[in-house]
DNA sequence: ACCTGAACACCGTTCAAGT
DNA sequence: ACCTGAACACCGTTCAAGT
């Protein structure tokens, strides 16, 4: 019956994600991937073309296993519903980004919170090009909230995090930078607020305006 | 009088500089640049703290620079206008945005905008935090936009660039995903289009609308 | 087909020693 | 004060060989 596999996709995608759970993506390399698994770093190129297929691997998964709710039928609803579910699903994954990057579209799992972006979009009175347009506008403003939520993750259990920030605002000249200096000590409370859905609100709203008034 | 020192923050400065601009981020390493400086990778660390000390330094450098044009009265104007400025002066250098990310303030030499763009929006009628709040949205756009725009840079040379986009495309089920079906052909065309300044409109015009109506 | 070992070509940074 | 050499603790990936 010829000898099992003893690796396969699979069981190097749960690998993968134990790490990811418990030590963060700085900690999830081929070489300590393969040390996980008793075999080689070379072994798990049999089965993944590359490290980042294996993460685009990883997102596939998480996004398949979300839960799908239904959407609001009222269009813009639907958008900001929609564009909501999609920041949702990668704030669990937001070291997928860069790796999403490179390709300006989503995983197949995730396509279908596309679809009913650029759906609601065009039933709010959008062109399709206009709702692609917009679709990217949120990705954009997504991408980048992702981002520096994740930045900030990783930083944030250093003893010195803040304190190029708080020097700065120490430095701050209040003649030159009025709005800032009157600012400064408000500044670390009102950055570490959540403002996601009110900002995606924002930029949805923003978008309806520009495009069908 | 004492011998000179051989290496110095502005040579280091200089040479990471030229590195930067023939081959680009990826090439930037401290021993790459100790070779470049006839030096070793540890003298470095006699005039930098670390790498990225170094890369704020030349952000430092590029932003201190870069013109500092008048800014329109009119407080939208001003607002739309020093948000651009934000984007133009780091789309030159997209790799800090990830240094800038763990700390959220710009760097000292770009802080003249934020400044600018928190005023714009007090002017405009919004509280202080409303403005925060605002610079925030804008901030996620941006470094959103500057993201993505560096990695579709670092990858559209590959041979295979938006290969899994096409196959993805190709196997789309058209009753599952009739828009995205509908816009496959032209998908490519469509999101490489510039659309910054309009999308930062729409964010602006969006918040403004949220907060003062 | 699946796996191993060794190697290639790198990283950032620390430590101990030199002048 | 400034610099060097060697080392620590890593990377992703290729190549040639084994079963």
Redesign the pocket.
């Known amino acids: 019956m010829?000898?099992?596999?003893?690796?396969?996709r699979e069981a190097i995608v749960a690998a993968a994600r134990r790490i990811l759970g418990t030590e963060g993506v700085g900690?999830?390399?081929?070489?300590?991937?393969?040390?996980d698994l008793?075999?080689?770093?070379?072994?798990?190129?049999?089965?993944v073309?590359?490290?980042?297929e294996?993460l685009l691997l990883l997102l596939e998964e998480h996004a398949a296993q979300f839960p799908r709710p239904d959407l609001p039928p009222e269009p813009r609803d639907q958008l900001i519903t929609a564009a909501q579910l999609l920041h949702d699903i990668l704030a669990e994954c937001p070291w997928i980004v860069e790796v999403l990057a490179s390709d300006d579209l989503m995983a197949v799992s995730a396509l279908w919170i596309v679809e009913n972006i650029i759906d609601g979009a065009v039933r709010c009175g959008m062109t399709p090009e206009q709702a692609v347009y917009a679709y990217r506008v949120i990705w954009y403003y997504t991408a980048g909230e992702l981002m520096l939520r994740a930045s900030r993750g990783k930083h944030y259990s250093r003893p010195d995090a803040g304190a190029h920030r708080e020097k700065a605002f120490a430095n701050l000249d209040p003649a030159q930078f009025p709005r800032l200096s009157a600012l400064a000590g408000r500044w670390p409370t009102l950055t570490a607020r959540d403002t996601h859905r009110s900002g995606l609100i924002a930029v949805i709203d923003g978008l309806l305006r520009q495009t069908v008034g």
């Open positions: 010829g000898r099992p596999a003893r690796l396969s900690s999830l390399s081929m070489r300590r991937l393969a040390k008793d075999s080689t770093p070379m072994a798990l190129y049999h089965h073309k590359d490290k980042d294996l």
